[in-house]
């Protein structure tokens, strides 16, 4: 099988986390003789280029982040150039995004089964998961921890070359947390997240505080 | 203050619009963006952790976002694609992330940004073309957490009407 990939992302490629998580997933696609071509949203140049191969392949995987609940504005500028296929041609998304639930993720899944239908394409499913925001605040190690686990998704990929089945479905975790998480987590929020994301800010050069209101 | 940001070229919508909310004695600001310059959010996080609250683009969404964020409700009239609001309406959405800051808490069951501002503004839409309505009303309540707030509905542009009387 070849996979045609779009990096849906309005990221740079350097620092898009949909990119490191592809990195991972190809690795696993790719055990058993399944090949890719990968492409970015994100690099206008490559928009001609990423239109001609979109009608040239038949297993197409767009990866992207949840913007604002569905789809970039970026991606819709593009897929706003493409015209309806009438061949068989299979569409797979893999869905990710900040927030850790599945239940953030589920309005976006949505629309990415009715945009496969209504591009004419067979519609593969969506691998869906959050918690990916850090990716690119991460050192080397740590990143590989949020990461590592698509791997296995890309093998599962590489062998039914679609997102249908328990083990991909299952992949997202828990839909909402337990109450207890939840309180944990809380708690977390207003102390070492505050604490690490303000420490973050000052290492980018951030000279006021997070919750400052400038237009006030 | 209700502010309508009109992203199709077509004025002949905000003219209606406006006709039709005069006739309710409302107030509204209607904005119209379809030729102006902005930029889709380019995902750079500095309105978050570098310059919080400010975008790093320096284009006509700037003068939007400071309307909006002393708005009660914010329409937005867009053009569809492939059944969702084109990317000139998803925009205007995307790039609302500088009202929000990077601190988090759980709104009910779900996480959720602190929002950078007290005012609440509450959010519709109205749309011409193709749209999927059933799915643009569900998208609409997921946008409105975004902005800590409800969501007005999404209207063809047939049934403005409709849209108006939410005013
Ligand atoms: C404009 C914008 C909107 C976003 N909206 C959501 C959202 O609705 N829900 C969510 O969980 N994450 C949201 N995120 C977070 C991204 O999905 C997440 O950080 C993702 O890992 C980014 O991937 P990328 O680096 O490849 O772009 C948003 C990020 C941006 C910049």
């Known amino acids: 099988m070849h996979v045609m990939i779009i990096n849906g992302s309005p990221r740079v490629k350097q620092f898009s986390n949909t990119d490191k998580i592809l990195e991972e997933f190809t690795k696993g696609m790719c055990e058993n003789?399944?090949?890719?071509?990968?492409?970015?949203?994100?690099?206008?140049?490559?928009?001609?280029?990423?239109?001609?191969?979109?009608?040239?392949?038949?297993?197409?995987?767009?990866?992207?982040?949840?913007?604002?609940?569905?789809?970039?504005?970026l991606l819709m500028e593009f897929l706003e150039t493409l015209h309806h296929r009438e061949d068989k041609v299979r569409l797979s998304f893999i869905l990710q995004s900040g927030f850790a639930e599945g239940i953030q993720l589920r309005c976006g899944e949505a629309y990415l089964e009715k945009l496969a239908g209504r591009l004419g394409c067979e519609y593969g499913g969506t691998l869906v998961k959050g918690d990916n925001f850090s990716i690119r605040l991460l050192g080397e190690e740590q990143?590989?921890?949020?990461?590592?686990?698509?791997?296995?998704?890309?093998?599962?990929?590489?062998?039914?070359?679609?997102?249908?089945?328990?083990?991909?479905?299952?992949?997202?975790?828990?839909?909402?947390?337990?109450?207890?998480?939840?309180?944990?987590?809380?708690l977390i929020f207003q102390t070492f997240a505050k604490k690490g994301f303000n420490r973050f800010a000052k290492s980018w050069g951030c000279k006021e505080p997070l919750d400052y209101k400038p237009y006030e | 203050?209700?502010?309508?940001?009109?992203?199709?070229?077509?004025?002949?919508?905000?003219?209606?619009?406006?006709?039709f909310i005069q006739d309710t004695g409302k107030e509204a600001e209607i904005i119209e963006a379809g030729k102006?310059?902005?930029?889709?959010?380019?995902?750079?996080?500095?309105?978050?952790?570098?310059?919080?609250?400010?975008?790093?683009?320096?284009?006509?969404?700037?003068?939007?976002?400071?309307?909006?964020?002393?708005?009660?409700?914010?329409?937005?009239i867009s053009d569809t694609a492939w059944g969702f609001l084109d990317h000139k309406g998803k925009n205007?959405?995307?790039?609302?992330?500088?009202?929000?800051?990077?601190?988090?808490?759980?709104?009910?069951?779900?996480?959720?940004?602190?929002?950078?501002?007290?005012?609440?503004?509450?959010?519709g839409i109205i749309y011409t073309g193709d749209g999927d309505r059933e799915y643009l009303e569900r998208w609409n309540k997921r946008a409105a957490l975004n902005f800590g707030s409800r969501s007005l509905g999404a209207f063809p542009v047939e049934t403005m009407k409709e849209a108006i009387a939410c005013m």
Request: charge should be positive; include cysteine.
């Open chain 1, 33 to 73: 003789g399944t090949t890719f071509e990968q492409y970015e949203i994100s690099d206008r140049r490559q928009w001609d280029a990423i239109r001609e191969a979109y009608y040239q392949n038949e297993n197409i995987l767009i990866a992207l982040p949840l913007y604002v609940e569905c789809i970039p504005g």
């Open chain 1, 143 to 186: 990143r590989k921890k949020v990461t590592g686990p698509y791997e296995n998704m890309g093998r599962e990929f590489g062998k039914q070359g679609n997102f249908l089945s328990d083990t991909c479905r299952s992949f997202t975790g828990p839909e909402v947390f337990p109450a207890y998480v939840r309180w944990m987590l809380s």
């Open chain 2, 1 to 19: 203050m209700i502010l309508i940001i009109n992203t199709t070229t077509d004025q002949e919508i905000s003219r209606q619009v406006r006709a």
């Open chain 2, 36 to 76: 102006m310059n902005i930029h889709p959010c380019a995902g750079c996080n500095h309105c978050w952790l570098k310059t919080p609250g400010v975008c790093s683009i320096k284009d006509d969404y700037e003068f939007i976002l400071k309307k909006i964020i002393h708005a009660d409700q914010l329409w937005v």
């Open chain 2, 92 to 123: 205007i959405y995307d790039r609302i992330l500088p009202v929000a800051t990077m601190y988090l808490k759980f709104s009910g069951k779900q996480m959720r940004h602190i929002m950078r501002y007290k005012q609440k503004t509450d959010i």
